[in-house]
Structure formats: C-alpha cells, structure tokens
C-alpha cells in the first residue's frame, strides 16, 4: 500500500488543516492526546456533524479506508450512531463525482474500521466526507474521537525492476 493520501489525517498540525468541519447543532475540534492530537466530536441532536478531506490525488483504483474511533464516555452502553464515510470520485471528463458510501455503526467501545475497494481507473481525485449522525440524547453516548484516517492505494501491481545477479 502507499501512502496516506489524506493530508493531516492523523491531526498531527493540532487544528483542521486540509479539513472542512461543519458543526451544525454538535461540536469538533482538535485535542491533545500524549503525545499526539485527534479529533473530538460532540453530537447535536438534529443534525449531522460533518467532516471534510480536501481533495487529494489517486494513483490507482484498489484503495483501503482505514480510522480510529472512540467513543471513551459512554452514558449508556447501548447508545450507538452511525458514522458514514462518504467517497467522492472525480474524473477530469465528468463533472459529476462517484459517490460511495459507507456506513460504520458506532457503539460504546474503541474501534478501528477497515474498508477495502475499488474506484473507477478513470478517476484522478477523491474528497472523503465524514457524517456523524445526531442522537436523540447525545449525553448517552459521549464524546467520539477520530484519529488515524487514511486512505491508501494499492500499489502491488507496480512493476518491480529486479537487478541482475
């Protein structure tokens, strides 16, 4: 796999460079965590919290979407939401993007999710959009943390130029 394609994923600059943050009726920002920063994000309960990449570049189709989430507080270890991951693919001859989406359900416990996939060959930037879905009462479920999103392509289909012995 490449590298992290998604500039400031890991929060690393302590604020959102290269992210759009819309709060609406919850909260997000950046916090110290040790020795590093993540995301902190505090639902409302009408609508979605929503975190945005700035497009980035793609080499190749096969990509992996990988993030951290924690939700440390719970008030009541039923309280789940849904995160969704939501893929947008622009081609230079389209000026309509690819949508993906994809949903990950969020409970009480510290998660890494993992997705594996395939954008169209013809596809040259992606924008990743994070929605965190208000809860009727968001004190159930306490603050999320974000941290580690990246979004990497599969480069083992490069040639590999063997020397000679």
Same mark, same amino acid.
């Given at each position: $796999? ?6 400031? @994923? ?21 916090? &110290?965590?040790? =020795? @590093?920063? &993540?995301?902190?994000?505090?639902? @409302? ?9 700035? &497009? ?27 995160? /969704? ?10 000026? $309509? ?17 993992? /997705?594996?996939?395939? $954008? &169209? ?20 479920? @306490?603050?999320? /943390?974000?941290?580690?999103?990246? /979004?990497?392509?599969?480069? =083992? ?9």
């Amino acid at each position: $796999m490449d590298s992290n394609r998604i500039r400031n @994923g890991d929060f690393t600059t302590g604020n959102f460079e290269h992210w759009t943050v819309s709060e609406n009726d919850g909260t997000a920002k950046v916090v &110290r965590d040790g =020795s @590093g920063y &993540r995301a902190r994000v505090t639902l @409302g309960k009408g609508k979605s919290v929503l975190l945005e990449t700035a &497009r980035f570049s793609i080499r190749r189709p096969k990509f992996k979407l990988s993030l951290d989430v924690s939700v440390p507080e719970p008030g009541d270890e039923d309280a789940t939401t849904i995160l /969704y991951c939501t893929l947008s693919g622009f081609e230079p001859s389209q000026p $309509m993007p690819i949508i993906s989406l994809i949903p990950f359900t969020l409970s009480g416990t510290s998660t890494a999710f993992e /997705y594996i996939g395939d $954008m &169209r060959p013809s596809v040259t930037e992606v924008q990743l959009s994070i929605a965190l879905a208000p809860v009727s009462n968001p004190k159930t479920l @306490g603050p999320i /943390y974000l941290d580690n999103v990246k /979004y990497t392509v599969d480069l =083992s289909n490069k040639s590999v130029v063997k020397k000679a012995p």
